[in-house]
Structures are given as C-alpha cells and as structure tokens.
C-alpha cells in the first residue's frame, strides 16, 4: 500500500516510521514527492493536497491526521465513493484530557484569583470546594469529549455532558438534544466546548448563550475558534457575567496584533496546543483502518458526509 502525507505541522518522519512498524510493505510519500500519481492507495492528511481527485485515480481512502474534519468538510469535489476517516487515537485523547483538566484545576482551585491578587501584593485564602461539589458541563461528547467528561468524572468532579443525541457515559449525567440545552447550560460552574464545526455550532458561543451560563461561570474552549463570537465573549468577561475563559482556539490564528482578546482582563489564551495525533500510537489507527478498507470492511471513524 502507498500512502501520500500532507501536513503542515506533523512529522513525516515520525509517521513514517511508526507506519513502517504497525503496517509492513507499506511506503509513505511526502507530499509534494508523489512519484506515480496512479500508484497512491490512500492519503494520511490534514488537507487533501490541490487537484488531488484528478492526480491520484487509484485512491481507496482518505484517512484525516485529526479528529475534526470541518477543513474538508466543504469540500465538493471529494468522490462519493471514498471513505474519509477522522482520526481518534489515544494520544489524542490522552492531550485534550492533560490540556482540560488543567484548565478547569486552574478555576476549580482559584488560581485565577490568586493571580491577579499576586499582582495586587494581596495574600488571602479562598476556600476549598471539593471537586464533587464541583458542576462541570462538557458541551460535545464525541470521541474527544466523551473522553474528557469521563476523566473529570474519575477525578471526582460532578459532571455533565450535552450531545445531540443521547450518551450513556461513567459518571456523566446525559442532556442532549433542543430540549435539554438550556438546562445544561443553566448548571454549570465550569463549561468545556468540545464541539465539531458545523453550520449549526458556528458562532454558537454568542451573547445569547453566554447570558444562559450562570453569573460568575467559567468557559474553556477547545473546539473551534469559528465557533465563537469574541466580542460577545470579552464583553461577559468585561460586565463581570463570566467569571474567567480559556481559549485555545481562535477564528484567526494567530490573532492579529490590535486584537482586544490578546489583552481581554481573566482571558487566558493558548496557540491551538490542547492536543495533536501522536504518531506512535495513532498508527496504530491508521494502520487498522487501512487494511480494512483493503479487505472491504468499514473503518472506525467513518466521517458522516450526509
């Protein structure tokens, strides 16, 4: 089988050589080093490379280097007949959980507070909550944010999970649907978005929603910054509703330099650094769903393109 890589970011070596291990007889192409167009089975990538569809007659299978797939998402001219396959591999997971409960440790634990009483020379305890009395909400339980909810859960947070569709999950209390959004919103002290982009969750994260939240809550975005509206964000943050964000996803990124968000009072914001495939153990993934599709089976992680 041979497999062309496409990444900005990912190491191809790295790739390679953990492909190497898991898939025998394979042979990874660096994008834009092809060599025969008409021999390429599939294409390992975060975004299919230009003109792609007429290059590479043979492809079998478009297996994504990332759990989202919105960056495609809108992409016409991807065959009906190609499966195309989003990555979630433990590696993945293991990031985004490292990521989210430090970020919710951080307002679970008032380090937020301290620091700016730090800066004031002003030394006062806070008192503890536990982690039980804790209501932390996971906005999206998919394959990265079923696991993140199920983590806060064993660390013994009280936590609950919205999904379009009803999830039964260890430790989560389940909303989903219309119906129970705005009973979820309402109960959370800390709220996580760990949505997909799509039509229905771009600029989601609005003024509306933000008033749903209880006054003084927290918000931790992981998801996908076109998911949120920036001013509707700094102006809760600046009226005081919102007691503290994290960001690590922004529409424009890196945000320009005159960007308020760079200076928003309680923003924390990071460079899109929650989480990445880890090449050891995501070809591993890789590797299965390849010789499924050789053998004619499904693979896991079907992308569901209507």
Not at 253 to 281: F, M, Q, R, S, Y
Not at 285 to 298: K, M, Q
Request: proline share 8%.
């Amino acid at each position: 089988m041979r497999i062309l890589f496409h990444s900005q970011t990912a190491d191809p070596v790295a790739w390679g050589e953990a492909l190497a291990a898991e898939l025998p007889g394979a042979e990874l192409r660096v994008w834009p080093e092809v060599g025969d167009p008409s021999e390429i089975d599939a294409l390992l990538v975060f975004q299919i490379p230009p003109r792609a569809f007429e290059l590479f007659p043979n492809l079998r299978c478009i297996h994504l280097l990332s759990a989202g797939a919105d960056q495609i998402a809108a992409n016409p001219d991807i065959p009906a007949r190609l499966p195309v396959v989003r990555l979630i591999e433990p590696g993945q997971k293991a990031g985004m959980i490292e990521y989210v409960l430090h970020a919710v440790l951080h307002y679970h634990r008032s380090f937020d507070v301290f620091a700016k009483w730090q800066r004031a020379r002003y030394w006062e305890e806070v008192p503890r909550t536990p982690a039980a009395e804790r209501r932390v909400g996971v906005l999206g339980l998919g394959g990265l944010g079923g696991a993140v909810a199920e983590a806060l859960a064993a660390f013994g947070f009280d936590v609950a999970g919205w999904s379009r569709s009803e999830k039964s999950l260890q430790g989560v209390t389940s909303f989903h649907g219309k119906d129970g959004f705005d009973a979820f919103l309402g109960r959370n002290e800390i709220l996580v978005g760990i949505l997909p982009l799509t039509p229905e969750t771009r600029n989601l994260y609005d003024a509306t929603f933000f008033a749903r939240m209880p006054a003084g809550s927290r918000f931790i975005n992981v998801g996908r910054g076109a998911q949120l509206v920036e001013a509707d964000l700094i102006a809760a943050l600046e009226s005081g509703h919102l007691a503290g964000a994290t960001l690590d996803v922004v529409r424009d990124e890196p945000p320009d330099a005159g960007n308020p968000i760079w200076d928003t009072t309680n923003l924390i914001l990071t460079p899109h650094v929650a989480t990445c495939a880890d090449p050891k153990t995501g070809a591993r993934v890789v590797a299965e769903n390849l010789r499924r599709v050789r053998d004619g089976l499904p693979p896991h992680g079907l992308v569901d393109r209507g």
